[in-house]
């Protein structure tokens, strides 16, 4: 397997149209894209390098520090793990990089807009809706770029949810198999068919919701594939 180097991460990343000034959201799995030189440092810094001091680079840093889970252990910013990759893991812990204290969803950014973007993320506020940084970002002509992950990935979904007011969004669960009280069930399937504006399954919930999203962000922001 070839070793892909610093340069040859920024060569591709110059192809597919970054350039300084950009704001980028990514979406990164490291062993997805082969045997990286240097590790994860090496694609941070080949992002950092093309977007320079008046570009932002921003990533999700989200935790397990869910109360209902076993095992939880409460977030801290400074100490907490990101569950979502080995890159953005590395990437909050680098000088200089700032990283919001919303419990379970923080986001990291670097760079012009960082200090903006991770204000006011906290417990007190949305986990990933309107005016969380992924939304600010969104606001700014942020690109999302998708480096060894895919487009299910893509955590801007929520925003759209948020902005379209999915009419499932504030009920308390996030698939049919969670669903453990049968108003819920009912309120999700209610809420499912106003969306598809036919009678449906829950089973197809993901698909419905993916579907939503899709077409929202199509309206929200540039995303490179």
Same mark, same amino acid.
């Given at each position: ?77 400074? &100490? *907490? #793990? ?7 893991? +590395? ?7 700032? !990283? ?88 999700? &399937? *209610? #809420? ?7 009678? +449906? ?7 419905? !919701? ?16």
């Amino acid at each position: 397997m070839d070793t892909i180097t610093k340069e040859k991460i920024k060569e591709n990343l110059l192809k597919i149209g970054l350039k300084t000034g950009d704001i980028v959201i990514v979406h990164s799995s490291l062993k997805s894209i082969g045997y990286v030189e240097n590790g994860a440092n090496t694609v941070i810094d080949a992002f950092l390098e093309i977007l320079g001091e008046t570009g932002t680079l921003v990533m999700p840093t989200f935790t397990d520090s869910f109360p209902t889970r076993p095992g939880y252990e409460p977030f801290h910013p400074k &100490k *907490t #793990a990101s569950t979502v990759g080995l890159i953005t893991d +590395v990437f909050w812990k680098r000088n200089g990089v700032l !990283r919001s204290t919303h419990p379970s969803h923080s986001v990291a950014a670097y760079g012009y807009y960082a200090k903006e973007f991770v204000k006011d993320h906290t417990e007190k506020s949305s986990a990933i809706g309107i005016d969380t940084p992924l939304h600010k970002a969104a606001k700014k002509g942020a690109l999302v770029l998708f480096l060894g992950a895919s487009f299910a990935s893509c955590s801007l979904g929520h925003v759209a949810e948020s902005i379209a007011q999915a009419p499932y969004i504030n009920i308390p669960v996030y698939g049919a198999e969670d669903c453990e009280m049968i108003d819920d069930i009912i309120k999700l &399937k *209610t #809420a499912l068919e106003r969306v598809a504006k036919r009678k +449906v399954d829950l089973v197809e919930y993901e698909c419905i !919701r993916k579907e939503l999203r899709e077409n929202i962000l199509g309206e929200e922001v540039q995303i490179i594939r």
